[in-house]
C-alpha cells in the first residue's frame, strides 16, 4: 500500500512540470573579448581597418596604432608626417598602403614606410575625413565634410559639378560587388557606374552625413539622422530606385554610427542615440525598405553587459570571421561560439546538476530538486522530487535511475519506484554507477562495497579483488570494468577477476571514466588517459602540446572521441590518438573547446556518473562545474586562416636594434643579416602573430640556427633570450600555430652578425698560439741545456770518481802485490834449485806477475783519457784491426750527415759502450761481417753497432742480458747516464744491432740547440 502510495505520490509530482526553452540566445552564440583604456588599449578608437599581415590599425584620438591581438604598439614614427593625432578614418589598399583621414582634415598616405600628407592646398577637401574607397581601376574615393576628392598618378582633386556631384560636401562612399562607386551627398544618394565619369542622383533622399553599407548579397543600406536605419530594396545601377515604397519614421528609429554585415549576413551597427552595439541575426526580415526599430533588433551589447563603453563608432569584419568595435573607452571583439550552454540551470552551492541520454537518444538533465527532458530544444521539466536529486543514469531498458539524500529511485513509463538500499548501507550517495544491460545495475556507495541490482533484489560482489569503494564502472564484452584509486583497474568476468595497477603502465591515479565498448578502450582518471591493449596499459597525460587530466567524461561519436578535461573538451579522431599512443613524440591533431568557445568553466568532478554524452542527433553534451553544455559537431567554427609571423624587436643589453615596422601593412618576415656591436654575448628576440580570433591560444616554435638543433616549442611566449653568444652569423627563425592547429605558411626570419674583437680573430689566435710555442721552445731549450749541464756534470764526477780509485789502486794495492811479489821472489831465492818448493813458489810468482800486469791494464782502462777516443771513427777502428787479427771479419764503419765535434766526456762512454759491442761481435756471435753507422742529426747522435752472426736470444733481449753477464746491462746504464737510450734487435741466425742514441745537447757539448731544432723535438713529443 505504501509503495502505491508512493507511486502516485510520484506520479503526482511529474505533473507539476514546467518548460522553458533552452535554445542560445543570440549573444550566446557570439564570444566577448574587450581591452580597455585601463587594461593598456587606446581610448577614443574612432577607425578600424586590418593590414595585409592581419594586424589591425586602429586611428584613434591619440594616433596611430597596431593591434596583434595581444599588444598595442604606437606607430609614434610617423606622428612628424601627421597633420594632426586625430584620426577618424583608416583604410588599407590591397598593396599594403594605409590611408589615414583627420578629424581636422586632410589625410595622410603611408606607403613602404614614409608617410606623405596632403591638405587643402593639394587638392584634398578640408573638413572632417568620413571615408575611403577604391574603385576597380585604382583610383582612391574619399568622402569629407566639405566635399568629395579622388586621388589618381598622385595627386588629389577635389570633385563637384564637373563630376556631376554636388559640392561642399559627402557622407559616406563604397564599392559593390560590380564595381559601382556609391556615394552618400548632402541630400540625396549618388553613384558612379564602372568607367564612367559623371554620377548619377537616385533622388533617394538622404540626410546629411548619410552613413552607407552593403549587405552579404550586395544590397545596399543607409542610416540618418532624419529616417534612420534602413535597407534600400532594389536599388541597383540599373534600377537606381527603390522598388517599393518604404515605411519611414521620423521618430523613435535606429540611428547607426556605422553598420556592418559579417560573412554569416548577421548584421551590425554601432547605435549613435542609445549607445552600444546591436545585431539583427536575420535583416532579410527587416530589409523592406523601413526604419529599424529596436524591436527589430536580436540583441544589444552594452558597457552594462561588457560592452567597454556605450560610446562607439568603428567596426570591422576581419579576415577570420571576427567582428570588431572601437569605443570612446578601448576595443571589443565578438566571435562565433562553438559551445551553447543550457539556461536557466541554478549552478549554486548545494545544488546539484547533471545529465544523461536514455535509451532512445533523449538527453535529460537534473537540477536541484528537477528532471528535465530536452526536445526539440525545449526543457521540460517531468520529474519533481521533495529533496535534492545528486545523479541521474540511463538505461538500455528505458529507465532512468536517479539518487537523493535518502534512497535509490527508478523511473520508467512515467512512473517512479522507490529502490531499497542495500543491507548494510544506510547512505545513498553512489561512488559508481552503471547498467548490467539486462535491466540491472552494478552501483557502489561511499564508503562501501560493490553491489548488483537484478531480479528485484541487490547481491554484494565477493570477488577478493573488489574490497575498496569503486571509483567507476562500465561493462562491455570482456566483463565488467571497475576503477579504483591508486592507479587501479580490475576486470571482471563470469570466471576470474585480474587487477592492472602501475605495474601494468596504469598510471592516471584515481580512475573517473572508461569508454571500453569499441577495440579502443580508454579509461580516463585524475592524471591522464589510459589505453588497454594487449593485456596492458599505456598512460598519456599530455596530447600534443596540451596536458590533459581529470578526465571525467568520454564517449565516441563518428569516429571522434571527445574527452570532458580539467582542461576543457578535447576532440580527437581515433585514428590520431591511436598514433599518440603508439609514438610518444606524435603530435596528433586535436580540437580543444575552452572558455573562449563558450564553455563554462571545466569538467565536473568528483561524480559518480560519466560527464559527457551523446544524444541521439550526434551533439556532445558535457556537464562542467559551471553548467551543462553542448557541441553540435556540424557547426564548429574552425579558424583556417594561418597566423602570419612577424620579428617585432631586437635587443640586447636594453639596446634596440630592430628599425621600425612599416606601417603600411608591410612585415618583417626575411630581414637582411643585421650587425650588432662587438663584444655582444646576450640577445632578446621578441615576435609576434597576427591571429585575432584567439590571440593567447597561439602558440610559437623558434630555432636560432647554431644554437639550437631543433625547433623548441616555447608555447604563448613571445620572446626568446640567448645568452653566452659567440662572435658569429646567427639566424632566427619563428612559426606560429593558432588554436585550431593551423600553422603559419612559412617562418619569420632575422640574422644576426656579432663581429669579433682583436682578440678573437684567427690573426690573434695563431699570434698567441705562436707566441706559445716560442715561449715553450725557449724553455724547452733552457730545460735541455740544464739536462746536458747535468749529465755532463754526472759524467765529470764519475770520471773524477775513477781516476781517484785508480791512484788508490795504484798507490795501495798494485804497490803492496809488487812488494809482496819481491818478498817472496826473495824467499824463493834461498830455495834450492830442483826442489819442488821451489817449483812451486816460481809458479806462484809467474801467476802473481800475470796478476799485476792485468792489475796494471784494468788501471789503465779506469785512467784512459779523451785521447784516446778523440776521434770515435778511428777508435773503433783501431778496435777492429786489433781484433780482426785473430779473425777472418769484415769490418766498415760508415759516418752520415755533417759532423759535430763531440763532447769528449759523452765520447768517452760511447767508446767504451761501442768496445763492448764489437768485443761481443768478434767473441760469440760467429759473425763474418760487422758495420758500424754514425749518424749525426741535429736532434741526436745515432750510432748503430750490427753484424750477421747467430744472433741473439728473444728472451735475452726482453730481460736485457743474460744472468750472470753484466756487459749489456753496463752498456745501457751508461746510455741512461748520458740522457739517452740504448735499443736491441736481433734474433736466431738474424744477427745482433745495437742503436745507441743521444740527444743533440747532450752529444755536442755547448752547443745550442737551433729553434727549428727546438720546434722538430716538440713536433715529435719532446723526443
Not at 6 to 15: N, Q, S, Y
Not at 171 to 194: I, N, Q, R, Y
Not at 368 to 390: D, F, Q
Request: charge should be negative; charged fraction near 20%; glycine fraction near 10%.
Amino acid at each position: 500500500m505504501s509503495c502505491l502510495l508512493a507511486g502516485c505520490l510520484f506520479f503526482i509530482l511529474t505533473g507539476m512540470a514546467r518548460s522553458f526553452d533552452i535554445t542560445a540566445s543570440p549573444m550566446d552564440q557570439f564570444h566577448h573579448s574587450a581591452w580597455s583604456a585601463a587594461t593598456g588599449a587606446p581610448r577614443d578608437v574612432w577607425s578600424i581597418a586590418q593590414g595585409v599581415d592581419g594586424s589591425l590599425w586602429l586611428g584613434t584620438g591619440a594616433g596611430l596604432y597596431q593591434f596583434d591581438g595581444v599588444k598595442f604598439r604606437s606607430a609614434i614614427q610617423f606622428d612628424k608626417s601627421f597633420s594632426s593625432s586625430n584620426i577618424t578614418s583608416l583604410s588599407v589598399l590591397p598593396t599594403g598602403e594605409i590611408l589615414a583621414g583627420f578629424y581636422l582634415g586632410g589625410m595622410t598616405l603611408i606607403k613602404q614606410g614614409h608617410a606623405t600628407t596632403y591638405g587643402k592646398d593639394d587638392g584634398f577637401p578640408s573638413g572632417w575625413v568620413l571615408a575611403f574607397a577604391q574603385t576597380q581601376d585604382g583610383v582612391i574615393w574619399a568622402a569629407a565634410r566639405h566635399g568629395l576628392a579622388r586621388y589618381e598618378n598622385g595627386r588629389w582633386t577635389t570633385i563637384g559639378n564637373d563630376w556631376g556631384f554636388p559640392p561642399n560636401s559627402a557622407g559616406w562612399v563604397l564599392v559593390d560587388k560590380e564595381g559601382t562607386l556609391w556615394a552618400s551627398g548632402p541630400s540625396s544618394l549618388l553613384f558612379l557606374a564602372k568607367g564612367s565619369h559623371r554620377f548619377q542622383d537616385t533622388h533617394i533622399a538622404l540626410g546629411s552625413g548619410a552613413v552607407l553599407a552593403l549587405d552579404r548579397d550586395d544590397g545596399l543600406w543607409v542610416s540618418d539622422k532624419v529616417h534612420g536605419t534602413r535597407s534600400l530594396p532594389g536599388v541597383t545601377v540599373l534600377h537606381p530606385s527603390l522598388s517599393i515604397a518604404p515605411k519611414l519614421l521620423s521618430q523613435n528609429f535606429i540611428t547607426s554610427n556605422r553598420m556592418l554585415f559579417d560573412r554569416n549576413g548577421h548584421m551590425w551597427g554601432t547605435d549613435s542615440q542609445s549607445g552600444g552595439v546591436y545585431i539583427v541575426l536575420d535583416p532579410k526580415t527587416v530589409a523592406d525598405g523601413r526604419s529599424l526599430q529596436s524591436s527589430d533588433l536580436s540583441y544589444v551589447v552594452n558597457r552594462k553587459n561588457g560592452l567597454t563603453s556605450d560610446l562607439t563608432d568603428p567596426l570591422l569584419n576581419d579576415r577570420e570571421g571576427n567582428v570588431w568595435v572601437g569605443t570612446n573607452f578601448g576595443l571589443d571583439s565578438f566571435r562565433s561560439s562553438n559551445v551553447s550552454v543550457v539556461p536557466g540551470l541554478e549552478v549554486i552551492p548545494g545544488v546539484d546538476f547533471n545529465g544523461t541520454v536514455d535509451s532512445a537518444g533523449n538527453v535529460w538533465i537534473l537540477n536541484g530538486r528537477s528532471i528535465y527532458r530536452v526536445e526539440n530544444a525545449v526543457l521540460h521539466s517531468v520529474i519533481k522530487m521533495p529533496e535534492t536529486v545528486h545523479d541521474l543514469a540511463g538505461t538500455e531498458d528505458g529507465s532512468l535511475w536517479f539518487e537523493s539524500e535518502t534512497g535509490i529511485y527508478r523511473y520508467k513509463d512515467g512512473v517512479t519506484q522507490s529502490i531499497p538500499l542495500p543491507a548494510g548501507v544506510t547512505n545513498a550517495s553512489l561512488a559508481a554507477f552503471t547498467s548490467d544491460h539486462a535491466g540491472g545495475i552494478w552501483a557502489s556507495f561511499v564508503n562501501g562495497r560493490l553491489f548488483h541490482w537484478s531480479s528485484g533484489r541487490w547481491s554484494v560482489s565477493s570477488d577478493s579483488l573488489i574490497r575498496d569503494t569503486p571509483t567507476a564502472l562500465a561493462l562491455a564484452n570482456e566483463g565488467l570494468w571497475v576503477g579504483f584509486t591508486n592507479n587501479r583497474v580490475v576486470v571482471e568476468d563470469a570466471h576470474s577477476a585480474r587487477l592492472f595497477s602501475s605495474k601494468d603502465g596504469v598510471g592516471i591515479g584515481a580512475v573517473s571514466s572508461f569508454n571500453v565498448a569499441t577495440s579502443l578502450k580508454l579509461v580516463g582518471g585524475e592524471l591522464g588517459l589510459a589505453r588497454f591493449e594487449n593485456g596492458k596499459f599505456q598512460t598519456l597525460s599530455s596530447i600534443g602540446a596540451s596536458p590533459i587530466s581529470g578526465i571525467s567524461g568520454i564517449v565516441q561519436s563518428e569516429g571522434m572521441f571527445w574527452l570532458n578535461t580539467g582542461q576543457g573538451v578535447l576532440r580527437i579522431s581515433a585514428l590520431e590518438l591511436k598514433k599518440a599512443f603508439d609514438d610518444s613524440n606524435y603530435s596528433p591533431t586535436y580540437k580543444l573547446f575552452q572558455y573562449r568557445d563558450g564553455l563554462p568553466g571545466f569538467a565536473l568532478q568528483s561524480k559518480s556518473l560519466p560527464t559527457a554524452w551523446v544524444d541521439r542527433d550526434g551533439q556532445i553534451w558535457v556537464a562542467t562545474n559551471l553548467g551543462i553544455a553542448w557541441i553540435d559537431p556540424r557547426h564548429t567554427h574552425l579558424n583556417r586562416v594561418p597566423p602570419t609571423v612577424e620579428i617585432v624587436d631586437v635587443s640586447s643589453n636594453g639596446r634596440h636594434y630592430l628599425p621600425e615596422p612599416h606601417a603600411d601593412g608591410e612585415t618583417r618576415n626575411d630581414l637582411s643579416v643585421m650587425q650588432l656591436p662587438k663584444r655582444t654575448s646576450n640577445l632578446a628576440i621578441e615576435y609576434s602573430a597576427t591571429s585575432l580570433s584567439v590571440p593567447e591560444g597561439t602558440r610559437f616554435r623558434c630555432r636560432l640556427d647554431g644554437v639550437d638543433e631543433v625547433w623548441q616549442d616555447v608555447g604563448t611566449r613571445r620572446e626568446a633570450f640567448y645568452a653566452n653568444l659567440s662572435p658569429g652569423t646567427y639566424t632566427f627563425q619563428v612559426e606560429a600555430e593558432n588554436e585550431d592547429g593551423v600553422w603559419s605558411t612559412y617562418p619569420a626570419s632575422v640574422g644576426v652578425t656579432i663581429p669579433r674583437m682583436f682578440y678573437q680573430t684567427n690573426l690573434f689566435i695563431i699570434a698567441c698560439v705562436a707566441a706559445v710555442l716560442i715561449i715553450t721552445a725557449l724553455l724547452f731549450g733552457m730545460r735541455l741545456r740544464q739536462v746536458a749541464d747535468n749529465v755532463r756534470s754526472r759524467l765529470n764526477e764519475r770520471y773524477a770518481e775513477r781516476e781517484r780509485i785508480a791512484r788508490e789502486l795504484h798507490d795501495t794495492l798494485l804497490q803492496s802485490v809488487q812488494g809482496l811479489i819481491l818478498s817472496v821472489q826473495a824467499a824463493a831465492q834461498r830455495v834450492p834449485m830442483g826442489e819442488p818448493a821451489r817449483a812451486m813458489i816460481d809458479k806462484a810468482l809467474d801467476r802473481a806477475d800475470d796478476v799485476l800486469v792485468e792489475g796494471r791494464d784494468r788501471l789503465l782502462d779506469l785512467r784512459t783519457t779523451a785521447e784516446q777516443a778523440r776521434n770515435l771513427p778511428r777508435a773503433f777502428a783501431l778496435i777492429g784491426e786489433e781484433l780482426g787479427k785473430d779473425a777472418n771479419v769484415s769490418f766498415q764503419i760508415l759516418v752520415e750527415g755533417l759532423e759535430h765535434p763531440v763532447d769528449p766526456m759523452v765520447r768517452e762512454e760511447i767508446y767504451r759502450i761501442g768496445r763492448e759491442a764489437i768485443l761481443n761481435s768478434y767473441r760469440h756471435s760467429d759473425a763474418d761481417a760487422i758495420e758500424i753507422e754514425i749518424s749525426h742529426d741535429s736532434d741526436e747522435l745515432r750510432v748503430r753497432f750490427r753484424d750477421n752472426g747467430r744472433g741473439i736470444g728473444e728472451g735475452v733481449t726482453l730481460s736485457g742480458g743474460r744472468p750472470g753477464h753484466w756487459g749489456l746491462v753496463g752498456m745501457r746504464e751508461r746510455a741512461v747516464q748520458m740522457g739517452g737510450s740504448l735499443v736491441v734487435w736481433g734474433g736466431p741466425d738474424l744477427g745482433t744491432e745495437i742503436e745507441l742514441k743521444i740527444p743533440a745537447a747532450v752529444a755536442y757539448g755547448d752547443t745550442r740547440p737551433s729553434f727549428r731544432h727546438i720546434l722538430r723535438r716538440l713536433v715529435k713529443g719532446g723526443r
